[in-house]
């Protein structure tokens, strides 16, 4: 009978797959208990009692084979929940087999690695155990050979009595009997390891054993196995047989090093170059005489002089050696590829130089440059129609600013000599002309303005001829070409004669290596920072790159190429902006890229220090005289302090270097400080405390540093042109210089009588001979044509009355004040002083 009997039918839906617990027949149809989470449930199974596997199902409609109340949809659903669940605990059951099957072979596989590891331990100490073995036995042969040769040095001993043969045999049958051999039992190799730590059985009995050295004691009686050796004793022997056998029981050859060897080095940190104990340098130098510690200083001879006593090399290094991480390397011909030619515009200030370049360009620079006169060098970069690639450097042709052609000259491949044909050769066309030589560079002669009227091209060729350029036009091998800016005549001819130049002097440069360049200007950005206007002239520059720059160092972080655009890398002779410095440059110091930031940072840390020390060697004083004579002659120079800001470093430097051709030998000008930006809070606190001006060229102050200025009275020059900030200056300094005092004689007097005056001393009584006699003018006492006193009067009087002057031709009173020595015969010199404003030239 059912157990869902008398109850309400429960369904499978709802709760875990169920289970079969058992199963029974009712009638003819064989039914199956199952149990799920929350209910327990009878099922009919089909096949039944008369069915087997292949029996076909019951029918569901029939009531005899199911349980009563359980429609056929119910019957139907039930079944298909429990062949679900039947597959679901078949999926299951497998699944954990897979498991188990899995974590039997890892464990199989980490079983066995355990085991191939204990194996390798083990033939590795059994190998280890049989090398000393072997090595104990040779030595225990060697010993018993040595004792054999000391028998056989000592007399022969008695001769031991006879020995019954018979009872000799008759033992030893016995023991063979027994499995024993004659003479005891053997110990195995194991017994025997762990008497003797390895070796050889010490109990086993040599030929020349069996007499007993000494008395018998009563420990050696007893002690049956002889003396063993001790545990730490066996661990000894076991790990020198050990290392013996892996090759670490000869001592280390010693080897002979290159020791870097500094000006100073202190004691232990030369132990540690030469791997050396400190306590054997410091005896060493003990031994030289020299009472030092491991943490004391020596020089570099006495330090040779140690080094070469251990046995090793000393390779002398100075603090200059750090700049040996740029690479001067020589390029192979192989790498070499052809440049741009770098093309520098030089000539006379408003002769046009700017102008042609821009006809070249096709831009304005010049509308944009103050007063009409360039006072920046630029660099640019020019392709003409037949597809030639051009660099031009523009200089400023000022007088000012010849440090800047200078450096135009350095660094360029050709020079473009630009005179105007209207002006002829000036005073700075004969200094380019001097720095084309200098610099040993091609010339070409472009005389500009020929449209203008006045224009005398031949009088420029015959010019040219006092200063030895002779143009082709003349003979000559300079190329002499007619421009004009204005026109545009002329301006395809020399492109084309910069190219013939250029394809002679055959240029080439490797991209491949590491770039090296040269800055033509800097500047500090308010919103880029440090600028430098770099041109490469070998190897390649990329963004990403280290670089050292004079005293400063930095990391590429953007290039910018004259028309403004940003670029990732720059060739030989391209002119670019570098972004990323830690500080402005110098205009013309030179650019190196560096393997690592820490030899950028070396280097440029050895350079300003190297500067420095230069800087305080200028204006130290070495002796005492010395120091005296500086501070007397800086006591009679009076000085114009001033604070100099520029835009950028040329304009800055070309500043300083006017500023210091300002003065005399009684007044000069002194710049306090220089540099490019804007003017700040701090510049204004250096001129207050300097009582100084603050010029800015082409510069203003920011907020703060304005509102400084008004508070401290700090007064602030602003200028564009380079003329009028020199005149100024000119005129400031010149109010520094005393006023050149000038005397005018207005008149002689004879002393023909002296007389004495109570209340007053003596007057002379005298004869205006000459001119007039004034009381406020000075007055000089000669006597015999020398003069005895210099002074003034005292008094002045006509009869009684004192008067202003007296006329030539009259009589008057005179006393000289503080001084009585007159005598009738006297000459009175009388003269004034006038003082007059002077000028620096």
Not at 641 to 649: E, F, G, H, N, S
Not at 676 to 682: C, F, K, M, R
Not at 695 to 711: C, D, K
Not at 733 to 754: D, Q
């Amino acid at each position: 009978m059912s157990d869902t009997d008398g109850k309400k039918p429960l369904g499978l839906g709802g709760g875990r797959s169920g289970q079969v617990k058992q199963s029974f027949s009712h009638g003819r149809t064989k039914n199956v208990v199952v149990e799920t989470k929350r209910k327990r449930i009878v099922v009919p199974k089909p096949g039944g009692a008369q069915g087997g596997p292949g029996a076909a199902a019951p029918t569901l409609g029939d009531p005899s084979r199911r349980p009563a109340g359980i429609s056929d949809a119910e019957m139907e659903r039930r079944l298909k929940a429990l062949q679900a669940a039947k597959a679901r605990e078949a999926e299951e059951t497998q699944r954990r087999a897979e498991d188990e099957r899995q974590r039997e072979e890892e464990r199989e596989r980490r079983r066995a690695e355990v085991e191939a590891k204990e194996r390798e331990e083990r033939e590795r100490e059994e190998a280890l155990k049989l090398k000393a073995e072997e090595e104990a036995r040779r030595a225990e042969e060697a010993e018993a050979r040595a004792a054999r040769k000391e028998d056989f040095k000592k007399p022969a001993p008695a001769k031991p009595a006879p020995v019954d043969q018979a009872a000799v045999q008759a033992a030893a049958t016995r023991a063979e009997t027994k499995g024993v051999p004659v003479g005891g039992p053997r110990k195995t190799d194991r017994e025997r390891d762990d008497r003797g730590g390895g070796e050889r059985d010490r109990g086993r009995v040599s030929r020349d054993e069996g007499r007993r050295a000494g008395k018998l004691t009563l420990s050696e009686a007893l002690d049956e196995g002889g003396r063993q050796r001790s545990l730490a004793a066996m661990k000894r022997k076991q790990e020198k047989a050990r290392a013996k056998a892996l090759g670490m029981g000869h001592k280390a050859e010693k080897q002979s090093r290159d020791v870097q060897l500094p000006e100073t080095i202190v004691v232990q940190e030369l132990a540690n170059r030469m791997a050396e104990r400190a306590a054997d340098v410091v005896k060493s130098l003990m031994k030289m005489g020299m009472m030092v510690t491991m943490n004391q200083t020596i020089d570099a001879d006495t330090a040779e002089l140690v080094i070469e006593e251990f046995g090793h090399h000393a390779v002398r290094v100075t603090d200059a050696d750090v700049e040996q991480a740029i690479d001067t390397v020589e390029d192979k011909t192989e790498d070499l590829v052809g440049r741009p030619p770098i093309v520098t515009i030089m000539g006379h200030v408003d002769h046009g130089k700017t102008s042609l370049l821009d006809a070249i360009r096709h831009a304005t620079v010049v509308a944009g440059e103050a007063g009409g006169i360039t006072q920046h060098i630029g660099a640019y970069q020019v392709k003409t129609d037949s597809g030639a690639v051009l660099t031009f450097l523009d200089t400023p042709g000022h007088a000012a600013f010849t440090s800047m052609r200078a450096r135009g000259a350095q660094v360029t491949d050709i020079v473009v000599l630009v005179v105007a044909a209207d002006d002829a050769v000036m005073p700075q066309t004969v200094e380019a002309i001097n720095h084309a030589k200098a610099a040993g560079v091609p010339m070409i002669v472009a005389i500009n303005k020929i449209d203008k009227p006045a224009a005398n091209p031949q009088k420029v060729r015959t010019d040219l001829l006092q200063h030895e350029v002779v143009v082709e036009a003349m003979s000559g091998e300079v190329q002499d070409v007619e421009v004009s800016a204005k026109t545009g005549k002329g301006l395809d001819e020399l492109l084309e004669a910069i190219a013939l130049q250029a394809e002679i002097l055959e240029l080439s440069a490797n991209p491949k290596r590491a770039a090296s360049g040269a800055v033509i200007e800097a500047k500090l950005d308010v919103g880029r920072g440090p600028v430098a206007t770099v041109l490469v002239q070998n190897g390649t520059l990329r963004q990403g790159d280290i670089f050292v720059v004079g005293e400063q160092w930095g990391k590429v972080r953007a290039l910018v190429n004259d028309k403004g655009d940003r670029v990732k890398q720059a060739g030989p002779s391209v002119p670019v902006e570098v972004l990323g410095l830690n500080g402005t440059p110098e205009a013309g110091d030179v650019l190196n890229v560096v393997e690592t930031e820490a030899q950028a940072r070396e280097i440029a840390a050895y350079r300003e220090q190297a500067a420095k020390d230069k800087r305080a060697a200028a204006g130290a004083a070495t002796t005492l005289e010395q120091l005296m004579a500086k501070a007397k002659a800086d006591e009679s120079v009076a000085e114009l302090p001033i604070v100099v800001k520029a835009d950028v470093q040329g304009s800055a430097e070309a500043i300083v270097q006017a500023m210091e051709k300002i003065g005399n030998e009684e007044v000069r000008v002194r710049v306090l400080h220089s540099g490019v930006g804007a003017i700040t809070e701090s510049d204004i606190g250096l001129a207050e405390a300097s009582h100084a001006p603050v010029i800015g060229f082409n510069v203003r102050a920011n907020a703060p540093a304005r509102a400084a200025a008004n508070q401290k009275g700090v007064e602030i020059r602003y200028y564009s042109v380079i003329y009028d900030l020199v005149d100024d200056v000119r005129a400031a300094a010149s109010g520094l210089l005393k006023a050149e005092v000038r005397e005018n004689f207005i008149g002689y007097a004879e002393i023909k009588e002296v007389f004495k005056v109570s209340g007053v001393g003596k007057v002379a009584g005298c004869l205006v001979t000459e001119g007039v006699a004034r009381r406020s003018a000075g007055v000089r006492l000669l006597r015999d044509n020398v003069v005895i006193h210099e002074g003034t009067l005292k008094t002045l009087k006509r009869f009684k009355d004192e008067v202003k002057e007296v006329q030539s031709g009259q009589e008057c009173g005179m006393a000289f004040e503080n001084y009585d020595d007159i005598r009738p015969g006297d000459i009175i010199e009388i003269f004034e002083r006038e003082e007059v404003e002077r000028k620096l030239a």
